[in-house]
């Protein structure tokens, strides 16, 4: 298994999915701490995101697939979310 100096396996096995994914979930686990209201505002919508749990299942899934997903999620997610364009609005699930 190969690894980053940050400690996310950059391959492609289960185990490295595996990995990433409670990478992924640790990280949620922190930002929610932190972000207690679970929202950022989104300076192009000038409207708040809601993070819910159904947003870190998925993620969870979908960004432990890559490396890149992983790093850029656990690096850059506040920001993305700040600064993220509408492409198409779709109506919410309904947890």
């Not at 940050?6 to 972000?35: H, L, S």
């Not at 509408?86 to 109506?91: L, M, N």
């Amino acid at each position: 298994m190969t690894k980053t100096s940050t400690e996310i396996p950059i391959g492609t096995t289960p185990e490295e999915i595996k990995i990433r994914k409670q990478i992924i979930r640790d990280f949620y686990a922190v930002w929610n701490a932190a972000n207690p209201t679970k929202q950022v505002y989104n300076t192009n919508l000038k409207e708040f995101i809601n993070v819910c749990f159904l947003s870190i299942q998925e993620t969870s899934l979908i960004a432990a697939n890559k490396y890149s997903s992983t790093f850029a999620l656990t690096h850059y997610f506040t920001e993305i979310l700040e600064l993220a364009h509408e492409v198409r609005r779709t109506p919410p699930k309904i947890e």
